[in-house]
């Protein structure tokens, strides 16, 4: 099993710690993972994407053109990475600030409105953790108890006590996944 | 014992493995893609858990210094910074080879010239392996490609440094030093103590006893006559090295009729590119040297003998495709394949390049 | 709205020697602010052509695409080197530099002494934000005791990592320094009075009075992990204590 997948999205939404709790549940099931970032200076308000892969067996390249599956959280992510997604793969996206939909035939594609779910909530700094729930029913690759196990390990210490809301998010993401298109 | 696992980026990992390796000083100057080294070592309070000693420098010609003191002193000393702060140290490091002092310094190369990009690029290969600063002297450039190896270099290198009082260069980039990867630990060594500082380096400037005389720490030597034999004492210590201390790793090479050969972050395409081309009916192969001083010379000439063309591939306009051309001596047609300026190559790039130059069509 | 767009309406515009070029610094950051104060000055000194300003690396390194003057970019610290020899080159000309806190007091303390010392008739702008911004809020020389950074953090410990540094009291002790000043940027009456100061600076230059330091105390709400208005408030509440607003080295006047 190898699964190659990019989170893009907008800095301070979560995109590389959600990409870090998923690295880590798999890493909980003995899988090889890697994490590669987009960095470049602490500006405010700029895009930020990360490439995950979990694989049973030792990892090549940590840089990838294609993915199995495209997490994607604004419209710029939208227009740069819908065509890097394998045919057959999935494509994942939070409704909120798209103008554009995704217009693939060949691709699996599921919404997730996360955004606008967390603020229903109240819980805006779990909307990174409502998508991750989505993925998590989709894939089925990590289990909820990884995942948890992941939370706390790449949580610091003091942010322990907000696990559980960020499980409630997981599961409130379970439930609000949309299917639009499935081959 | 149940192996203790983590999730790091190369950048921690590197810090993490100094403090458990007992490292008595790490010396530095933020620049990305490397900050987080310092970062790691500060927010883990070392001098706290071990008495390692952590300084943020005023600036990397400072930090170097720093470390080529505590060298003298048979400290384990470290420093790291990225291409342009690398540029400030090689004064110092001049210094610390030409005294013959061991130390450790991480380079996490980012795209030049000159300011460039702070994406990952290998561009500073030749200032590594060629000696870099003035004077003839070299350092043991070690070139990490995944985070356990940035981990694992550390006391490697420490231990090369140490066994041939010669200055250790991690050559790493911006994409190995900025992902993270699954770790395992080693357990955390104590600091040597005084004694055993003074023990292991006897030469050490660890305060003058009756029973010895002054240590003295120096580059100098003005008679021409001694100082050509200074440098003839350091050849012969490059030349050990070149027999001893080679490492490499090779994928598929048993019947590969082309070769990649590639390091650091371009090694990790370049294995995924095999793959593919095999795939494709190519047979290709990778030799990834692990040390680029000393380069694996000797392996690549046997695989002249078998190969039908080697491909260079580095993040860089061409440099450790000389040191390739030098050891195949012309039996085989050897070519650079490159992106520059922080762009990482993809593995169909790579095939397309070993296709244009040694199949044709 | 079109009848209310006429010349005799306009009250504020901005400054010719401002290129098109949208800034890239946070949302708040008082880099901004102090660009276009020294751009509105270049213009009322009629300066535009004879100007040739020098920025090191830092948050302020795409200075050049900003300022419509011709412009160098420098290694980190090394922007008074640059300046000195332009401004013995070029000895009629407005040659300012434009400098953080990491820059001009850890790397470039040797290059900022020594062009200070020596007189060298420049600007200097320096905007101390207590932080280095642009690396992602590592500790500089100027963060404050107890200032937590990413190289610091528990908080600066004094011990551990020395003092916060005063540069610009330092080289008001040279010689060759003409007028140095601390000003600041975040409210539109200290802007007002920043403006003056580097009008006076530049001033002085241009009648080749040696060299000419302001210094702007600002914010890095991104470094400090601060909402603009909270780190604003935070700036006043501790920066200003440590470094006071006001006249450091004032020139007599004939
Ligand atoms: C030789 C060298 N070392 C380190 C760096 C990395 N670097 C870039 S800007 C900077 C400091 C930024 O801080 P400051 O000067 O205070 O300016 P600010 O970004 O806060 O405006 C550093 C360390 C570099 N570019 N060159
Ligand atoms: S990081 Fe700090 S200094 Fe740089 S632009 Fe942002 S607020 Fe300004």
């Known amino acids: ?183 | 014992m149940k192996k203790e696992l983590r999730l790091m980026k190369g950048n921690e990992a590197v810090a993490e493995a100094a403090i458990r390796a007992g490292a008595d000083g790490y010396f530095g100057y933020p620049i990305t893609p490397q900050s987080e080294v310092m970062e790691h070592l500060m927010s883990e309070k070392p001098h706290e858990r071990t008495g390692m000693v952590v300084l943020q420098a005023e600036s990397e010609v400072a930090a170097i210094n720093m470390v080529y003191g505590a060298a003298g002193a048979g400290k384990m000393a470290m420093t790291s910074s990225s291409s342009p702060g690398i540029s400030l140290k090689q004064e110092g490091l001049s210094y610390i080879a030409g005294a013959e002092l061991p130390c450790l310094v991480l380079n996490v190369v980012r795209g030049g010239p000159g300011l460039g990009t702070i994406q990952p690029g290998q561009s500073d290969y030749f200032q590594a392996v060629k000696g870099g600063g003035h004077g003839d002297y070299k350092l043991i450039t070690l070139a990490p490609s995944s985070v356990q190896e940035m981990y694992d270099f550390v006391e490697l290198g420490y231990e090369l440094a140490f066994k041939y009082r010669n200055p250790v260069m991690l050559l790493s980039d911006g994409a190995i030093g900025q992902m993270m990867e699954k770790v395992e630990l080693t357990e955390e060594k104590q600091r040597r103590s005084h004694e055993e500082v003074i023990k292991q380096c006897p030469w050490a400037t660890t305060g003058k006893t009756p029973d010895r005389d002054h240590n003295v720490i120096t580059s100098l030597e003005l008679d021409a006559t001694k100082q050509e034999q200074v440098n003839h004492k350091i050849q012969a210590k490059y030349k050990e090295l070149e027999e001893k201390e080679v490492r490499f790793e090779e994928l598929q090479c048993e019947d590969a009729e082309y070769l990649l050969i590639a390091y650091g972050t371009s090694a990790r395409i370049a294995q995924k590119a095999v793959s593919q081309a095999r795939e494709e009916g190519i047979k290709l192969g990778l030799l990834r040297p692990i040390t680029l001083f000393p380069f694996p010379k000797k392996r690549l000439a046997e695989l002249a003998g078998q190969v039908k063309g080697m491909l260079s591939v580095e993040m860089s306009a061409g440099q450790m495709i000389e040191d390739v051309k030098l050891a195949v001596n012309g039996k085989v047609p050897a070519e650079h394949f490159g992106r520059l300026g922080g762009i990482i190559p993809s593995g169909e790039e790579i095939i397309e390049a070993v296709r244009k130059n040694f199949i044709g069509g | 709205m079109e009848d209310i767009k006429q010349p005799e309406n306009l009250v504020y515009k901005k400054s010719e020697v401002m290129t098109d070029k949208v800034l890239h610094y946070c949302p708040g950051c008082g880099h901004g602010t102090a660009h276009r104060l020294i751009a509105e000055v270049i213009e009322e000194l009629g300066i535009q052509e004879k100007t040739i300003g020098i920025a090191p690396v830092g948050c302020s390194v795409l200075a050049y695409d900003y300022f419509n003057v011709d412009f160098q970019e420098a290694a980190h610290g090394r922007a008074p080197a640059l300046a000195t020899a332009i401004s013995r080159l070029y000895e009629d000309h407005a040659v300012f530099t434009y400098q953080g806190d990491g820059d001009l007091a850890a790397i470039g303390t040797a290059e900022t002494i020594h062009a200070c010392n020596r007189g060298e008739n420049i600007v200097i702008v320096f905007v101390n934000n207590g932080i280095y911004g642009m690396t992602g809020g590592q500790m500089a020389p100027t963060t404050l005791e107890g200032m937590k950074s990413s190289t610091s953090p528990y908080g600066r410990d004094l011990k551990m990592m020395g003092n916060p540094l005063k540069m610009t009291e330092l080289v008001a002790q040279l010689p060759g320094t003409h007028y140095v000043t601390r000003q600041a940027v975040h409210k539109p009456g200290k802007a007002r009075k920043a403006k003056k100061a580097l009008k006076k600076a530049f001033q002085y230059q241009q009648e080749k009075k040696g060299t000419q330091v302001v210094e702007i105390v600002s914010n890095c709400n991104s470094g400090w992990k601060m909402t603009p208005n909270k780190a604003n408030e935070w700036m006043e509440e501790n920066m200003f204590p440590f470094y006071p607003l006001g006249d450091i080295k004032v020139p007599e006047e004939k």
């Open chain 1, 1 to 183: 099993m190898t699964e190659e997948l990019i989170i893009a999205g907008f800095g301070g939404q979560g995109v590389l710690s959600m990409g870090k709790i998923l690295a880590y549940s798999a890493m909980m099931q003995g899988k090889e993972v890697s994490w590669m970032p987009s960095y470049g200076p602490e500006m405010r308000g700029g895009t930020a994407n990360v490439t995950v892969i979990l694989s049973d067996d030792r990892i090549s390249s940590p840089i990838l053109d294609t993915f199995d599956t495209a997490i994607i959280l604004n419209q710029q992510s939208m227009d740069k990475f819908e065509e890097s997604v394998k045919p057959g793969g999935l494509l994942l996206y939070d409704g909120n600030g798209i103008t554009r939909h995704p217009e693939r035939k060949d691709i699996n594609i599921y919404r997730v409105d996360a955004t606008d779910e967390a603020s229903k909530i109240g819980m805006a700094k779990v909307f990174n953790m409502i998508v991750l729930g989505a993925y998590v029913k989709l894939k089925e690759l990590v289990k909820m108890d990884d995942v948890v196990e992941g939370l706390k390990k790449s949580l610091p210490k003091r942010y322990h006590h907000m696990i559980p809301d960020n499980e409630k998010a997981i599961h409130r993401g379970m439930e609000i996944l949309q299917e639009i298109q499935k081959l």
